[in-house]
Every structure is written in C-alpha cells, then in structure tokens.
C-alpha cells in the first residue's frame, strides 16, 4: 500500500521568503503525485500534478515541485511567498494508471504567511 | 461549467440520531463521485466513491452510509451517529472515463459536530 509523509505540520514565513513544503511518499512502483491547496474559506482544489516527462512541475501562481524519484520526494517551490499563499497543502500520490479512489493523502501543512 | 453543491455547511447533532448529508454536481454528466473525511493531524480519508447510480464502495467499515439515488447527487447517511463521527466531511468528483487524469473537485465540506 502506499502511504504520504508532510513531516512539516505548520510553517510560518513572512512575505517574500522563499518556501519548501516536504512531501515524501512510499510505493515500489511508479506513481502520480499531487498537491492540491484549500485557501481559508475556500474548497480544496488543484494546485500541480506529475504524470510523466519533466519532474519540475509548473502550477498556479508561481509554485513548481520537483519530483526526485531517487528519494520518493516531491517537495513544493515558490520562490517568494506573498500573504495569499496562506492555506492548507496537502501531497497525494497514486499508482500510475489506478484511479482517484485510490489516492493517497498525506495530513497536510498549514502554511501562515506573515505580512 | 461544472459546480459542487454539498450542504448544509454545519451540522450539531446529538448522538444516536440520524445523519443525511446532500451534494449534488451540475454541469458533467456520469462523474465519479466521493466522500471523504477530514480530520486534524490525519490528512483527507477515503470513506465511499461511486462510478454510477447504485454502485456504492467503502473503503472503510464504520457507521455510515452512502447512496447515489441519481447520477449526479452522493448522500452521506447514518441511523445513528456516534461521537467519534464529528469531523469535516468533503464530497468529490472526477470524470469518470480519465483515472487519475482527471483532479478531484471538491465541494466546500460539512462540519459536523456531533454531542
């Protein structure tokens, strides 16, 4: 079975840091990975996801993640945060060609973006 | 364009008595449907996913239940809910025919509440 790590729980920054969100997964084969993002008071949506091809990724509003199978990882990027990025990200994975139900969650981070 | 409908957006109710939740997709036709629970510090968890009017799986035993009584509307349901129900409830849905090619749209969840 597989399974997701977010070891960071809360992250606070201020603006224009730069950021990393940890996102580990565990599974022998190969996977699709996910991060969607839920903005305070808003529902959970998309934010980037790796198929195949170039493991850097492109999402909205100026994240990447880089899929480094070597080390199960697919961290979050941006560069500079701004106090819109505030919300919850969670990491997901699934085996490649499996379908939504089988997708894997990992428990979130919080990231707080101080102005 | 497709819309998620899930309601209500909170809920108290006492223990032993039953719960309905409604969510309803407009806009797709034959969409996969999902609930999950979201519980702090334990990430989002699969609790039931549909492919079609009547076809129900659960992923994990517990005391609720869901129906899909047409194409597009998920319920969520329980005779008699427990204190360990409390939480956010989400429903999804996905294209059927696009596996994980297709993200999850979620609606703005239920807090249930339950004393």
């Known amino acids: 079975a597989q399974s997701v790590s977010q070891h960071n729980h809360h992250v606070i920054l201020s603006e224009a840091a730069s950021l990393e969100l940890g996102c580990n997964y565990s599974y022998g084969g190969t996977v699709n990975l996910f991060w969607y993002v839920q903005y305070p008071g808003q529902h959970l949506q998309l934010l980037l996801k790796?198929?195949?091809?170039?493991?850097l990724v492109k999402g909205i509003k100026g994240f990447e993640a880089e899929f480094i199978k070597s080390k199960f990882s697919f961290n979050l990027r941006k560069p500079s945060v701004q106090w819109s990025d505030t919300a919850e990200y969670f990491c997901a994975v699934n085996a490649l060609n499996f379908g939504n139900e089988k997708l894997t969650f990992g428990t979130g981070t919080r990231l707080t973006i101080i102005p | 364009s497709q819309t998620i409908h899930q309601w209500p957006a909170t809920l108290v109710q006492p223990v032993g008595s039953p719960l309905s939740l409604e969510c309803t997709v407009e806009?797709?036709?034959?969409?996969?449907l999902y609930w999950y629970r979201q519980a702090a510090g334990r990430g989002l968890q699969l609790l039931f996913y549909s492919v079609g009017i009547g076809q129900i799986s659960s992923e994990v035993p517990q005391n609720l239940s869901a129906s899909r009584p047409q194409d597009r509307q998920f319920i969520l349901s329980s005779k008699k809910l427990l204190l360990s129900d409390s939480g956010f409830y989400l429903c999804a849905w996905s294209h059927r025919d696009r596996g994980s090619n297709s993200p999850l749209h979620f609606g703005n969840g239920t807090r249930l509440t339950v004393t």
């Open positions: 806009g797709t036709s034959n969409p996969n």
């Open positions: 790796y198929f195949s091809g170039d493991p």
